[in-house]
T-cell receptor, first 110, second 116 residues
Framework: QKEVEQNSGPLSVPEGAIASLNCTYS??????FFWYRQYSGKSPELIMF????GDKEDGRFTAQLNKASQYVSLLIRDSQPSDSATYLC??????????FGTGTSLTVIP | KAGVTQTPRYLIKTRGQQVTLSCSPI?????VSWYQQTPGQGLQFLFE???????NKGNFPGRFSGRQFSNSRSEMNVSTLELGDSALYLC???????????????FGPGTRLTVL
């Protein structure tokens, strides 16, 4: 079983819609959760982090964490073509070792 | 504030050779982590350094090694290169120490290594 699992996609949404990206993790003791965006040929860019159960909003992005279900998600409201990228979920365990999912490819259709 | 820098950006080597990659973290950041990214395996953790000491190590063979200098710059070395070592090697820096519960990492542009 992989430490972090994501649907690889591709996920396609129309411009202006809400994109929903999901991630599950296996280490119940994980402490920190991150979402990175990676454009083709570029390095990952940190867009959200969340440490406590519940929702965290930053502009058009909302991260949701449910530690009991070992589930973290990212919602992108009013999706734009510039949001088209691969989104990586990362989880840091109690030893502060990071595990990344393989990423979900998102395409926003104009 | 300048971001994480990595040199060189591209490298072509042949099997059996060795290679050294360099990473300069964001000013003030003392933690540097290295990752290997391939299309099939995604991002895989290699190791993390803090204050010149390796604090965490991923599941890679001993051919992969690293070190960190007193100015927090880090190098990664791969000896006896294999075809499967072809990948994008990324380093990430963090301000908070490795023991901190809160530890956002920021990535450099990566070094693309091709092994022929």
């Amino acid at each position: 079983q992989k430490e972090v699992e994501q649907n690889s996609g591709p996920l396609s949404v129309p411009e202006g819609a809400i994109a929903s990206l999901n991630c599950t993790y296996s280490d119940r003791g994980s402490q920190s959760f991150f979402w990175y965006r990676q454009y083709s040929g570029k390095s990952p860019e940190l867009i959200m982090f969340i440490y406590s159960n519940g929702d965290k909003e930053d502009g058009r992005f909302t991260a949701q964490l449910n530690k009991a279900s070992q589930y973290v998600s990212l919602l992108i409201r009013d999706s734009q073509p510039s949001d088209s990228a691969t989104y990586l979920c990362a989880v840091a365990n109690t030893g502060n070792q990071f595990y990344f999912g393989t990423g979900t490819s998102l395409t926003v259709i104009p | 504030k300048a971001g994480v820098t990595q040199t060189p950006r591209y490298l072509i080597k042949t099997r059996g050779q060795q290679v050294t990659l360099s990473c300069s973290p964001i000013s003030g950041h003392r933690s540097v982590s290295w990752y290997q990214q391939t299309p099939g395996q995604g991002l895989q953790f290699l190791f993390e350094y803090f204050s010149e000491t390796q604090r965490n190590k991923g599941n890679f063979p001993g051919r992969f090694s690293g070190r960190q200098f007193s100015n927090s710059r880090s190098e990664m070395n791969v000896s006896t290169l294999e075809l499967g070592d072809s990948a994008l090697y990324l380093c990430a820096s963090s301000f908070r120490p490795y023991w901190s519960e809160y530890n956002e990492q920021f990535f450099g542009p990566g070094t693309r290594l091709t092994v022929l």
